[in-house]
């Protein structure tokens, strides 16, 4: 394969190392102006194998780049986060000169990727039919709300507004409040679809030398996710009503209280339900008419949730879970943050390595790449970029002269 766009390149962050060289995207070039999640998690995800990411930012700095501040800089972790492996640029589109320069950049470009609502990208020319009209291979890369088609699909929204008209909310929580899930599930799963999509179209345009839209929506992504459920419904009409943590189609499936923290436990199929009534001392269970299935016991899942807290009360959360882990039990110890971090499996297994911050003397557990490759490297090359930090070499690389970026800079065009 083969980019329309310049290779990567050397930066304040350091020298690139050797795996990076060799990744899937090298020479691949995407822009990036989106915010929050959705958006900028798709441009990192292509960026972690080895994309050049450029992202594109207001002068003064995007909405997202400080949510929550959590650096001596000023930076949020949510920008931490998504925003790594890219290159960052401040450009005011607003200004001909600044959508000039963007013009530019779209013609040497393989991706933008947009989360923005289609109006703006109609009012800053960076519609399908603008943009691809500029770059035939480009391939534009955008997120939506609620999708096209509908009568909500011009209103914004955020990975909430999937998780409320999904039925995902209404079956989280107890019967009398709904509960919104904390981890923003539904933006990052769109991301990943998203970054999918693009990774197909950029495989398709080795074929027809073309690009073409790839549009996610996050009620469309909520909607994949709980589709299981949604399904059940239209065919065989239960009308579930959430059970807090109980699980609705086994058992034990709930979170349950040792003696000294709490605990996840999910056992599914007639072998792994036998061998937790043999953990807890009740094998006289399997006999019982309530428990004979999944369906049944999901039905009588606050009976046997109960003998499992009963179970649970008067032991330490280690030790349940040992003895769940000695019966090959699906079994996990509910962790705080700051538990999570301290974790030594995942500490062990270096699913939150400490990454330099921009800028600052302080350092961040970012989680790394969702999926690892045998043969490419797909790594954390550098960090979130401070405000503009590159915006000199990418418009050297586009032929402007320092004297020319200094009046750039000067009438806040960039």
Known sequence: MRGAACGLHVDSAGPLDTAAAMSLLTGFRVLDIGRFIAGPY?????????????????????????????????????????????????????????????????????????????????QLGLDWDTVSALNPRLVLATVSAYGPGGPLSAQAGFDSIGQAMSGAMYLSGQPDAPVRIAAPY?????????????????????????????????????????NATLIEQAIRAPHRVPQGNRGFVAAPSDVF???????????????????????????????????????????????????????????????????LAAAKIPAAPVLSPQQAL??????????????????????????????TLSGEAADFRRPAPALGEHTDPILSELGFDPAAIADLRARRVV
């Not at 492996?85 to 200004?95: E, I, P, V, Y």
């Not at 807890?280 to 016991?297: H, I, K, S």
């Not at 030594?344 to 003397?361: D, K």
């Open 257 to 323: 209280r040792a003696a000294d923290g709490w605990l996840l436990v999910q056992t599914i199929g007639q072998p792994m339900f036998e061998r937790w009534c043999g953990v807890v001392g009740r094998p006289e269970l399997t006999a019982d008419p309530r428990f004979a299935d999944d369906e049944q016991r999901g039905r009588h899942s606050a009976a046997i949730s109960a003998v499992m807290a009963d179970w649970c009360a008067a032991r330490p959360r280690d030790e349940v879970l040992a003895a």
């Open 342 to 371: 301290d974790d030594a499996h995942i500490r062990a297994a270096g699913l939150l390595p400490e990454r330099p911050i921009a800028g600052s003397a302080q350092r961040a557990p970012i989680a790394p790449h969702p999926v």
């Open 186 to 226: 539904v933006d990052v799963c769109t991301a990943q679809a998203l970054a999918t999509g693009v990774l197909a179209a950029l495989w398709a345009r080795e074929r027809s030398g073309r690009g073409q839209q790839v549009e996610g929506a996050l009620l469309r992504t909520a909607l994949v996710v709980g």
């Open 42 to 122: 798709c441009a990192a995800l292509l960026g972690d194998l080895g994309a050049d990411v450029i992202r594109i930012e207001r002068v003064e700095g995007g909405e997202d780049r400080r949510l929550p501040p959590v650096a001596d800089t000023g930076d949020g972790g949510v920008y931490l986060q998504m925003n790594r492996n890219k290159r960052g640029l401040t450009l005011d589109l607003a200004h001909p000169e600044g959508r000039a320069i963007m013009r530019r950049l779209l013609g040497g470009a393989d991706v933008l990727v947009a989360n923005l609502p289609p109006a703006t990208l109609r």
